[in-house]
Structure formats: C-alpha cells, structure tokens
C-alpha cells in the first residue's frame, strides 16, 4: 500500500527571522507567520502519524475515512456524492475509493428505490466489522495523542481552531 506523506515541516524559521522579513514586506504579521507555520508542522505530523497508524491496518486514510462516514451514518444509506460532500473530495476520488472497498467486500453499491438512477452505498457486515476492529486502537492513540492537554485546554484548543477555521476564506478567496 502507497502512503501519501504530506510536506514534512521541520524546521520552522525563528521569530527574529519572521521579524526581518516583516520590515521586507509590512504584510507579514511576525505572530502570524509563526502561529501558521506551527499549525502546518502539526497538522503534517499528525497525517503523517496517522498514516503509519492506517497502515498497521492495512487500510489509507481515505479508505478510513469512507467507511467511518459509512459507519455514522447506518441509519440511512448515503449516495456517493454525499460522502464526497462530508468527507471533502471530489466525486472522482469517492468513485475510486469506493470501487477498492467494493471489490475488498467492504460496501454495498445498491440503486436507490426512490430513484433508480442513483446510488446508496451502505457498509457490509465485514465493512463494520473492519471498522470496528480499528476504532479501539484508533480512540486510544487519538487520546494518547490530546492527553497532554487538560480539559479547559482541549476546550480552548477547538475555540482557537474555530477562530481559525472562520479565517479560511482570507486564503481561498480571490
């Protein structure tokens, strides 16, 4: 299996160098050059860990990801283009995700009752069964992971995340 690994960060400039390149261009906030990039670093490594941990089960991050949407939402079976919609990709990567856990045995593509042109896709018994086989493992190190924080730091760690998730359109709009 072909793991992915994201840019690996690993040194991030000094703040006295985020200095000098703010008086080269008055743009560039010192803190917030510094707080970006060690929000980069840890998000790289943390894919990166998370990607060794999918391995050890045999499965990609991607693959990971549709079969917990799957297992969210067994109350109702879910179209491709929803599971491209929650997890955050193209319909093109669902198709392709989808076709290896068919033929792995792990989904069901079944035409919809209601209309019998599209799709519901619905996790098997051994889909749930892989699932949750991993979840145990996957909780605990996602724990081992946050324990160094207290409860009010998780807490303010989702605030300040928040705040920064509702900058995004600063970066993504023209």
């Known amino acids: 299996?072909?793991?992915?690994?994201?840019?690996?960060?690993?040194?991030?400039?000094?703040?006295?160098?985020?200095?000098?390149?703010?008086?080269?261009?008055?743009?560039?906030?010192?803190?917030?050059?510094?707080?970006?990039?060690?929000?980069?670093?840890?998000w790289s490594d943390v894919i990166a860990a998370l990607d060794l941990h999918y391995a050890r089960h045999n499965i990609s991050r991607g693959r990971f990801i549709v079969l917990i949407t799957l297992y969210h939402n067994t109350e109702r079976n879910i179209s491709p283009a929803m599971i491209?919609?929650?997890?955050?990709?193209?319909?093109?990567?669902?198709?392709?995700?989808?076709?290896?856990?068919?033929?792995?045995?792990?989904?069901?593509?079944?035409?919809?009752?209601?209309?019998?042109?599209?799709?519901?896709?619905?996790?098997?018994?051994?889909?749930?069964?892989?699932?949750?086989?991993?979840?145990?493992?996957?909780y605990r190190r996602i724990s081992a992971l946050m324990s160094t924080l207290d409860d009010k730091e998780k807490e303010q760690l989702v605030a300040l995340l928040s705040k920064v998730e509702a900058g995004i359109s600063a970066i993504s709009n023209p």
């Open 1 to 42: 299996m072909k793991i992915r690994r994201p840019v690996k960060l690993d040194k991030i400039p000094k703040y006295e160098t985020l200095i000098s390149l703010s008086r080269r261009f008055p743009e560039a906030q010192p803190r917030a050059i510094q707080s970006y990039l060690f929000l980069l670093k840890t």
């Open 84 to 138: 491209a919609e929650k997890v955050g990709v193209t319909r093109a990567t669902v198709t392709g995700l989808l076709d290896g856990l068919e033929r792995d045995g792990l989904i069901l593509r079944e035409k919809d009752i209601e209309d019998k042109r599209a799709l519901k896709i619905r996790l098997t018994p051994k889909g749930k069964k892989v699932i949750e086989k991993i979840l145990p493992d996957h």
